[in-house]
């Protein structure tokens, strides 16, 4: 690594409360050469607020690979910088992984100056277990790109976590209680440190229906926390015979309908046998 080297500072910003910026941030923040930033007008309101005066250029996802070549020569040169995102921590489903990536590549060295961060907050309030559990960002915007990826996390056995604009709330709320049944707990945490500041978990079922009754919560910021699929044990193991059945309905009916009548035929609860087609990847 060169010594003349600047370092680029990877630094987390409040995703509402604007107290929830560090000291550590804040003396980063006026003390570098120059401030990348996702959105240079939506991060001016943060450094006006704070009296910071620092120059700031534009990275995000439609220029980050090109500036990053020229932001690196400028690290190289000896100038320290900062990356930001417009809230939280920079490259969690935000810009700023190729610019981290070329600077590291470079020998610049990268530092971390940890904060706010969206997914954390939600699942640190969840009542969820919490040891271990996958982030899944964003799902597919549109209904069947969703519906696949959900398809695939159902037999998730960790908790797991997403984020959902408003506007797709309702239909993503709508489309893992189709696929995940009725019980599955999912907590919503919306507009997290804000003034409306909400966060309810219930049964899927119970939690779409709430949302669909009130348009307020089809608002803001949104991170959904999702129950992990229960494992299965040696004492859960199905008679090869009730597996058999709900293997030859997989073969022509939906998962759902197919768990239900293997149901009826077996004796077997309905859910157990749900799970188990899950389980299958059907």
Request: glycine letters at 6%; one cysteine or more; charged letters at 25%.
């Amino acid at each position: 690594m060169s010594t003349t080297a600047g370092t680029l500072y990877v630094v987390a910003t409040p995703i509402g409360n604007l107290q929830d910026l560090t000291p550590r941030a804040l003396e980063v923040l006026r003390s570098v050469s120059l401030i990348a930033a996702e959105d240079t007008r939506h991060s001016a309101r943060l450094l006006q607020h704070f009296g910071i005066t620092t120059a700031t250029t534009a990275c995000h996802d439609h220029n980050e690979r090109d500036k990053s070549a020229r932001l690196v020569e400028r690290l190289l040169a000896g100038e320290d910088m900062a990356l930001i995102s417009d809230a939280g921590t920079p490259l969690i489903s935000d810009p700023g992984f190729h610019l981290v990536r070329q600077a590291r590549e470079a020998g610049v060295r990268v530092s971390p100056i940890p904060g706010a961060c969206a997914l954390i907050a939600a699942l640190s309030a969840a009542g969820l277990p919490s040891d271990r559990f996958s982030f899944e960002g964003f799902l597919p915007a549109k209904a069947h790109g969703r519906r696949q990826r959900i398809e695939a996390l159902a037999a998730e056995s960790r908790t797991w976590m997403l984020y959902e604009a408003p506007h797709r709330l309702l239909e993503c709320l709508e489309d893992l209680l189709d696929i995940l049944g009725p019980e599955r707990q999912v907590v919503l945490a919306r507009e997290l440190t804000k003034t409306f500041e909400t966060i309810r978990g219930a049964p899927l079922a119970e939690l779409a229906e709430w949302v669909r009754n009130d348009p307020d919560q089809q608002r803001g910021e949104c991170v959904l926390v999702v129950e992990g699929a229960p494992q299965s044990t040696d004492e859960d193991a199905l008679d090869p015979a009730a597996e058999r059945v709900l293997d030859i309905l997989l073969e022509e009916l939906p998962v759902k309908q197919a768990a239900a009548l293997a149901a009826r035929i077996t004796g077997v609860k309905k859910n157990r046998l749900y799970q188990l087609a899950l389980e299958k990847g059907r």
